[in-house]
Every structure is written in C-alpha cells, then in structure tokens.
C-alpha cells in the first residue's frame, strides 16, 4: 500500500517539483537527516549509546539561583548516627552507592541536595538548620570524593520542613 502511496506521489508531481526524497519505497521517510548527522564532524552520529561532552559550566551562587527545578529523584534513605555521621550498619553505604548511580543517569543535570530534620516544625531553630546543612554537606562530600560524581553538580543545601531525616536530591537544569 505505501509503495501504491508513494508511486501515485511520483506521477502526480508538478514540473520542477523535486523528487519525493523517500529513500525506502516501502517506508514514507526521509534518510537524508539522519545522513547529515551521520556525516557530521566531529564524531559523527552515535548509534546505541548517548555520548556526553564534558560541561564546563561550574555553578557559582548566583548561577546555582539561575537554575531551574525540574523534579526530585527518588534515593534511598541515608541513615545518620545520633554523632552525625553515617550509619553504615543500617545502611549508609549502600544508600550513597545507590545514589551516585541515580544521578549518574541523570548527567545533563546539576543537583541540589538537601539536608532536612525531623522535629515539630514550631520547634525548628537554627541548630537544626545546621545540622540538616551539615547532613547535606556530608553527602556531598562523600558523592564527590568517594564516588567520583563531578562537584560542579552537587550544592550542599538545608531545606527543612521538620517532615524527615532525610537527604533528598532535587533535579535542577539550565534555563
């Protein structure tokens, strides 16, 4: 039927119309995009696998506020002593493994990573702030040296709602 469609498009052209451009008689496309990406330098088209260029952008303050947020990606809880620092006997470890590999999927985005406390939010104070930040801080540090993620697209933040004690990771991008 498609080679009925495009043999009908051939007759009926008009003079000087170019030709159909279909390069499957079978198949209604057009090849010559993909051969232009193909043929493109450098690298050319990358076929069954995504290849990222290095970002040389590294976030300053008022870059890290020009981002915009585009969701939050689901990582596992990251257990903390009552000292502040990680439980790795309920956990830790595997939940900052699990994590460097959810944001590695994601390359093309930066991070947020947010410290949060669990506590009556009309009894949050400073203190708690900083330890939600210092949480966070941690995180990132380990990420960063441990796990090799790149520290452009991590940012240590205390964001507390006193719902959880948690670290979350909030996808942000480049407007």
């Not at 990606?73 to 900052?96: E, N, Q, Y």
């Amino acid at each position: 039927m498609i080679r009925n469609i495009t043999a009908v498009l051939e007759q009926t052209k008009q003079k000087g119309e170019p030709k159909q451009g279909v390069s499957r008689s079978d198949r209604l496309w057009d090849n010559s995009i993909l051969v232009d990406l193909y043929n493109q330098k450098p690298g050319g088209l990358h076929i069954g696998y995504q290849t990222i260029t290095p970002d040389l952008f590294v976030a300053t303050v008022v870059d890290w506020k020009t981002l915009v947020p585009v969701g939050a990606i689901k990582i596992p809880s990251i257990p903390f002593t009552r000292t502040d620092k990680f439980d790795d006997f309920a956990g830790a470890d595997v939940a900052l493994k699990d994590t460097a590999a959810a944001l590695n999927e994601w390359k093309d985005f930066y991070f947020r990573i947010e410290g949060d406390v669990l506590k009556d939010p009309s009894e949050i104070n400073e203190a708690d702030v900083n330890k939600a930040r210092q949480r966070a801080e941690m995180v990132v540090k380990y990420l960063t040296e441990e796990l090799k993620i790149p520290a452009n697209r991590l940012k240590a933040d205390a964001v507390v709602t006193g719902k959880a004690r948690e670290v979350r990771a909030v996808a942000l991008a480049k407007p």
